[in-house]
T-cell receptor
Framework: GQNIDQPTEMTATEGAIVQINCTYQ??????LFWYQQHAGEAPTFLSY??LDGLEEKGRFSSFLSRSKGYSYLLLKELQMKDSASYLC??????????WGAGTKLIIKP | GAVVSQHPSWVICKSGTSVKIECRSL??????MFWYRQFPKQSLMLMAT?????????EQGVEKDKFLINHASLTLSTLTVTSAHPEDSSFYIC????????????????FGNGTRLTVT
């Protein structure tokens, strides 16, 4: 079956760096998305990777290894507003999005 | 940027009544819109794909007679929860992509702000 695994919850300190991992098993692969979702709100797009490697966007970077079925989202210089859930979603061969359950990130002062 | 508006943001209704949720793409045309449901601390679950001018495609396990979807125009899709029951209480979110065809598949989805439905 198709599956996305990511940690349920992580805690980090303001100003620090945190890496949120995601492993996926899908029927085919057409890319991986990361979304941020604040409590009670809809997800907002952060990144899309389809090729191996690291893509950097300001304080956020996303990495993909297709051979390992692995991705991570790296958040630098953490701010309190980064407290949210981070959703990993893989696009399978039918271009269906398979969503992870999300990682709740708690930022402490 | 692309904006998707969803209304209402929250609704409380009595068991047995019907509730309509609207999803509008404000600055782009959306041939396809997606309806998701999210229970607390769980992932987004795709309910159905709404296609303009044709019938929606429902995911396995989603009752098409209970969750009525209408996509009458390129900017509006509606989800009606008919004869709502307390177990239908959830966060319903719509999404769409400004792109069409194959280009839309790997482009980011733009989400509405969601509708929190509580059935008493």
């Amino acid at each position: 079956g198709q599956n996305i695994d990511q940690p349920t919850e992580m805690t980090a300190t303001e100003g620090a760096i945190v890496q949120i991992n995601c492993t996926y098993q899908t029927s085919g692969f057409n890319g991986l998305f990361w979304y941020q979702q604040h409590a009670g709100e809809a997800p907002t797009f952060l990144s899309y990777n389809v090729l191996d490697g690291l893509e950097e966007k300001g304080r956020f970077s996303s990495f993909l290894s297709r051979s390992k079925g692995y991705s991570y989202l790296l958040l630098k210089e953490l701010q309190m507003k980064d407290s949210a859930s981070y959703l990993c979603a893989a696009l399978d061969s039918n271009y269906q999005l398979i969503w992870g359950a999300g990682t709740k990130l708690i930022i402490k002062p | 940027g692309a904006v998707v508006s969803q209304h209402p943001s929250w609704v409380i209704c009595k068991s047995g009544t019907s509730v309509k949720i609207e999803c509008r793409s404000l600055d782009f045309q959306a041939t396809t819109m997606f309806w998701y449901r999210q229970f607390p601390k769980q992932s987004l679950m795709l309910m159905a794909t709404s296609n303009e001018g044709s019938k929606a495609t429902y995911e396995q396990g989603v009752e098409k007679d209970k969750f009525l979807i209408n996509h009458a125009s390129l900017t509006l899709s509606t989800l009606t929860v008919t004869s709502a029951h307390p177990e239908d209480s959830s966060f319903y979110i719509c999404s769409a992509s400004p792109l069409t065809g194959e280009s839309s598949y790997n482009s980011p989805l733009h989400f509405g702000n969601g509708t929190r439905l509580t059935v008493t």
